[in-house]
């Protein structure tokens, strides 16, 4: 079983910064893909992005292309995600997850086996 650790996270104002980190633990040597998703309060869990084993392949959800970007360092089993020009609707509790599959191509809750603890993210106006 995969465990994943986040970090990052906090109060930041429209037009700003964040990075997000997911460290993974256990079965660190199953081949899977990552991925990221946020909830906001009285919403349903949204994939926002995803990124392959290797790290070749991302696929980001449309309301964040161009301004956030996934990655992923194999060698520290770290993934990321890069949040610039945040807007105040990107404010949500962000999870990364591992997917049951190695490709980038999966945005489905149901697609993802392991689940880190969530970090808050807010942004201000």
């Known amino acids: 079983q995969v465990q994943l650790v986040q970090s990052g996270g906090g109060l930041v104002q429209a037009g700003g910064s964040l990075r997000l980190s997911c460290a993974a633990s256990?079965?660190?040597?199953?081949?899977?893909?990552m991925g990221w998703f946020r909830q906001a309060p009285g919403k349903e869990r949204e994939f926002v992005a995803g990124?392959?084993?290797?790290?070749?392949?991302?696929n980001y959800a449309d309301s964040v292309k161009g301004r956030f970007t996934i990655s992923r360092d194999n060698f520290k089993i770290t993934v990321y995600l890069q949040m610039n020009s945040l807007k105040p609707e990107d404010t949500a509790v962000y999870y990364c997850?591992?997917?049951?599959?190695?490709?980038?191509?999966?945005?489905?809750?149901?697609?993802?086996?392991?689940w880190g603890q969530g970090t808050q993210v807010t942004v201000s106006s």
């Open positions: 990124i392959s084993w290797g790290g070749s392949s991302t």
């Open positions: 997850a591992a997917s049951r599959y190695s490709g980038s191509n999966y945005y489905n809750v149901a697609d993802f086996g392991s």
């Open positions: 256990g079965r660190t040597f199953s081949s899977y893909g």
